[in-house]
């Protein structure tokens, strides 16, 4: 496997990040688990919350390191991936159902699928999860509506056929499901509240040989993946 070497500089930098954060992070959740097991009526409730929400925030970072740390395999290219043959429909259920509620509101998610079985070669764990990433930031972003639609079809991909996958709200589904490549453009894995999901998701796809685009007309909860057949 051939590396830009731009793209090791970026490996680099992310192994270092990660382990360089790793240890710090540690010790601090550690002493602050040690202080919250001390009996009720030890520490003043006051402190006993604002400590609970900074464990909460160490948690989030802890988090975040783990993604960075994965973040370099997979720029390294030494992430396995198991593949196997799969069914698009089951697969997008899958990712559906990893989803967890929103905090602030309900939006439920509807799959609209293929009607004849289609079949790919994915990571049974790896691609519904990048899907989950995918579905869960989509769907922070709908605004005029309380629902994220899934439409799946098979379409031609470079010159073979191929699950497309259009994501969009009520308002936008129809036109995001009939796009082409002309219809589309970069997708933004860098939005707020994600952290680095996004990207770990869009080289997730691009190791099925697939890729993940935006609509050129700027809607903001609105992608299209296609997933190529490879010979399942």
């Not at 933004?188 to 999901?197: A, H, K, N, P």
């Not at 890729?211 to 997933?227: D, E, H, N």
């Amino acid at each position: 496997m051939n590396t830009h070497p731009a793209d090791a500089e970026l490996s680099r930098l992310l192994s270092l990040a990660s382990h360089e954060l790793r240890t710090p992070i540690s010790v601090v959740a550690g002493y602050l688990r040690m202080v919250l097991k001390d009996p009720a009526g030890t520490l003043d409730e006051r402190y006993r919350r604002m400590l609970e929400e900074t464990e909460k925030s160490c948690a989030r970072l802890s988090a975040l390191v783990a993604e960075i740390s994965d973040l370099a395999a997979l720029e390294r290219g030494t992430v396995s991936f198991k593949m196997e043959p799969t069914d698009v429909r089951a697969l997008l259920n899958d990712a559906i159902a990893g989803l967890s509620p929103l905090i602030d509101r309900a939006i439920e998610v509807e799959l609209m699928p293929e009607p004849a079985p289609a079949m790919i070669r994915a990571d049974k764990s790896r691609l519904p999860a990048a899907m989950t990433s995918i579905l869960h930031a989509l769907r922070r972003e709908v605004v005029s509506s309380d629902k994220l639609f899934v439409n799946e079809r098979v379409a031609p991909y470079h010159g073979s056929l191929a699950s497309w996958i259009g994501i969009a709200d009520a308002d936008n589904i129809q036109a995001v499901s009939v796009s082409d490549v002309n219809d589309l453009t970069t997708f933004d894995e860098w939005r707020g509240g994600c952290g680095l999901s996004l990207a770990l998701a869009r080289r997730i796809v691009e190791r099925h040989q697939g890729a993940i685009w935006s609509p050129v007309t700027g809607i903001k909860a609105a992608a299209v993946i296609a997933l190529p057949h490879q010979g399942a």
